[in-house]
């Protein structure tokens, strides 16, 4: 019998950009938003800026060397959503009960964001219909 997964919001969505400080003027001259944090994933290899609408955050995300998964991405899929991050209590809890799912997950278990003290996970994008999905707990 499959196990429902208890999500609390969506965490994050991130989208993949050439240049963020580009993209940055970009969303403070359209929407009027001012960056509300940024912080840089060298294990990723992703500089990150973010603004965050009610509880969830719209990330925008740059390769830092151009061999990372973001500069694979734009090459070839072009700028655009990369992510979509949904908010779990616990990381590790919730991937265990997508794999009883039968779900295919990158990851057998949850990685470590030091930046965010958060845990995260990847679900393959082939198993949600072409869309890169990520669980992750703790707060933005």
Known sequence: MTEKLKV????????AVKDLKKAEEDFRRDFGWEVDGRYSDHDEKINV??????????EIMEDMDGTG????????????VMVLSMNVDS?????ELLKRNGVNSIDRKPRFAKEL?????????????GVLTE???GKY
């Not at 734009?74 to 700028?79: K, L, R, T, V, Y």
């Not at 003290?117 to 219909?129: E, G, I, S, T």
């Open 8 to 15: 609390n919001c969506i965490d994050h969505i991130s989208i």
């Open 49 to 58: 800026a973010y603004f965050m609408i009610g509880p969830t955050a719209l």
């Open 69 to 80: 998964e973001v500069a694979k991405f734009i090459a070839e899929h072009g700028e655009g």
């Open 91 to 95: 990381a590790a809890g919730s991937l």
């Open 117 to 129: 003290n958060r845990h995260f996970a990847f679900l393959h994008p082939r198993q949600c219909h």
């Open 135 to 137: 669980i992750i707990d």
